[in-house]
């Protein structure tokens, strides 16, 4: 195997979802700020204070959780060449694992969101990939075939 056609990719792909899912959860803190006094690093004050969030603020993160998961298949497909599949599908578990981790975490998070949350990696990372991947003219082989 590889390094350049699975694990580079891999990294970049992971790399690229993570930083662009932290921008948009800074952003997404700025429109809807903890109450002041919350110590970030007391799980269960953490969890308390997200619990109480608006619903806007868990749509919001859902998005972005999608829009950062499409990134990332994205950028993991075309560091692979555009041609297979398999970096955007692993980004994609990755970032569910992530994802898991987030609600096993805070598990004071609205059940909705929570399940939801874990559903949305996967596919926009798949769509991220269908979106730039190269597909073969009519007649040629698929690649790897024989």
Same mark, same amino acid.
């Given at each position: 195997?590889?390094?350049?056609?699975?694990?580079?990719?891999?990294?970049?792909?992971?790399?690229?979802?993570?930083? +662009?899912?932290?921008?948009?959860?800074?952003?997404?803190?700025?429109?809807?700020?903890?109450?002041?006094?919350?110590?970030?690093?007391?799980?269960?004050?953490?969890?308390?204070?997200?619990?109480?969030?608006?619903?806007?603020? +868990?749509?919001?993160?859902? %998005?972005?959780?999608?829009?950062?998961?499409?990134?990332?298949?994205?950028? %993991?497909?075309?560091?692979?060449?555009?041609?297979?599949?398999?970096?955007?599908?692993?980004?994609?578990?990755?970032?569910?694992?992530?994802?898991?981790?987030?609600?096993?975490?805070?598990?004071?998070?609205?059940?909705?969101?929570?399940?939801?949350?874990?559903?949305?990696?996967?596919?926009?990372?798949?769509?991220?990939?269908?979106?730039?991947?190269?597909?073969?003219?009519?007649?040629?082989?698929?690649?790897?075939?024989?």
């Amino acid at each position: 195997m590889k390094a350049s056609k699975y694990v580079l990719p891999v990294v970049a792909g992971t790399i690229a979802g993570l930083l +662009f899912i932290k921008q948009g959860e800074n952003l997404i803190g700025q429109l809807y700020p903890l109450p002041p006094g919350i110590d970030r690093h007391n799980v269960d004050a953490l969890a308390k204070a997200i619990a109480d969030m608006p619903k806007e603020a +868990f749509w919001m993160l859902l %998005a972005n959780y999608a829009v950062c998961s499409f990134i990332a298949g994205l950028a %993991a497909t075309l560091v692979a060449g555009r041609i297979i599949m398999r970096p955007a599908l692993i980004v994609g578990i990755i970032l569910t694992l992530c994802g898991l981790f987030n609600v096993i975490t805070f598990p004071k998070q609205p059940i909705w969101f929570s399940v939801a949350n874990l559903m949305v990696y996967l596919p926009f990372a798949l769509i991220g990939y269908r979106a730039v991947r190269k597909i073969p003219p009519p007649g040629d082989a698929p690649p790897g075939a024989a």
